[in-house]
């Protein structure tokens, strides 16, 4: 199946650092959704997004439904080493089967 | 909070074995997902469920069944376990479509290995 452009694939930071990460799709979407997996554990609903142009926070994270339907971005501030894992975006649209498309994935890792 | 647990962390099952995963949410979604996801190829949907006895077939169904008799219970059946099944299984839930009941929630994975 289809699977979204999602960059950077992976990233290495310092602790305290703002990190960011987009997502792109060649369809358009009605909900963007972002999560966050651990290793051996199965991924966590971080931000949902319901409408293009909305921005929303949650506490450190924020995140973007991009004006054109067709990308989306997730930032996270002052990075702390348990935001290490893998981040994934994945879009949705409505009407169509109604079936989630993912993002390839962005690898987190913080050093001290 | 939305809670869904599928009932088997890990899993070693013997070629050819029939296999059942299970999975059960706590708040009432129409919508039950079943995912497997390995390295290099993300997730990939098995099967999904609208409703009661409803299912569609996903992107990968092929080995694999499916079961839901009651509203909170998605089972994932494998009729004849084979060594490509070794994956991690993921359970997902949905209220419906529309609005913030497009948000999809998953539980905490099922790890099997087909020996």
């Known amino acids: 199946g289809q699977q979204l452009n999602q960059s950077p694939q992976s990233m290495f930071i310092q602790e305290g650092e703002d990190v960011s990460m987009n997502c792109t799709s060649s369809?358009?979407?009605?909900?963007w959704l972002w999560y966050k997996q651990d290793p051996g554990e199965g991924p966590v609903l971080l931000i949902a997004?319901?409408?293009?142009?909305e921005l929303t926070s949650n506490g450190r994270l924020t995140a973007q439904f991009g004006i054109t339907r067709k990308d989306s971005f997730l930032n996270i501030s002052a990075s702390i080493p348990s935001d290490v894992g893998i981040y994934f975006c994945a879009g949705q649209w409505t009407g169509t089967a109604s079936k989630l498309t993912f993002g390839t994935g962005t690898r987190l890792q913080v050093t001290l | 909070d939305v809670k869904v647990t599928q009932s088997s962390r890990y899993l070693v099952k013997r070629t050819g074995e029939k296999v059942f995963l299970e999975c059960v949410q706590d708040m009432d979604h129409e919508n039950m997902f079943w995912y497997r996801q390995d390295p290099g190829l993300g997730l990939r949907l098995i099967y999904f469920?609208?409703?009661?006895?409803?299912?569609e077939k996903g992107d990968i169904p092929e080995g694999y069944s499916v079961s839901r008799e009651k509203k909170e219970r998605f089972s994932l059946i494998l009729e004849s376990a084979s060594t490509n099944q070794t994956s991690m299984y993921l359970c997902?839930?949905?209220?419906?479509?529309?609005?913030?009941?497009?948000?999809?929630?998953f539980g905490e994975g099922s790890w099997l290995t087909v020996v």
């Open positions: 997902a839930s949905r209220l419906d479509e529309g609005g913030d009941g497009n948000t999809i929630y």
């Open positions: 369809s358009i979407f009605n909900t």
């Open positions: 469920s609208y409703d009661v006895k409803m299912k």
């Open positions: 997004l319901y409408k293009a142009g």
